[in-house]
């Protein structure tokens, strides 16, 4: 009979793991709602560049999936559950609304960068936080924020000036 301890659910401080739950939380609520949003503008996009802008959209949605995974993973292997149900979800995300219906590409372009800017607030905010909290918890939003800066370059660059 082996002498592992199986009982204990998680090797955190139960404190650390629920402040940092806290922070990383959003993060996935605020990336799932970009995955929601990504796919709306995915759907709905129209105007010259279609095809280069529709499989854009699809490329940051899959990431944005990546996202949540890895934040809500951050938090069970942590020992705490996830709250990311679809109430939740619509009832705790930052992200603002998508304009309904088939947009031209510079206003779906414009307006996933605005979703994306929101997911940015909460994953800097938690990077800032979890500084103080957990050093891996941090690691994990630092990940994201590169990627999602490199997503809303690719975005932006569609509509900027220069
Ligand atoms: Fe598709």
Known sequence: MS???TTIKSSSNPDVAAAAAQ?????VIDSQALVINGKQAHWHVRGANFIAVHELF??????AEGYSDDAAERVVALGLPIDA???TVAAKTTLPELPAGFQPADVMI?????SIDAVLVSVNKAIKEL???DAASQDVVIQIARSLEKDRWFLFAHVAAV
Request: charged share 30%.
């Open 3 to 5: 002498d592992v301890v």
């Open 23 to 27: 922070f990383l939380s959003q993060v």
């Open 58 to 63: 699809d490329e940051v949605v899959e990431r």
């Open 85 to 87: 149900r679809i109430g």
């Open 110 to 114: 414009a307006s996933l960068v605005a």
């Open 131 to 133: 500084g103080e909290i």
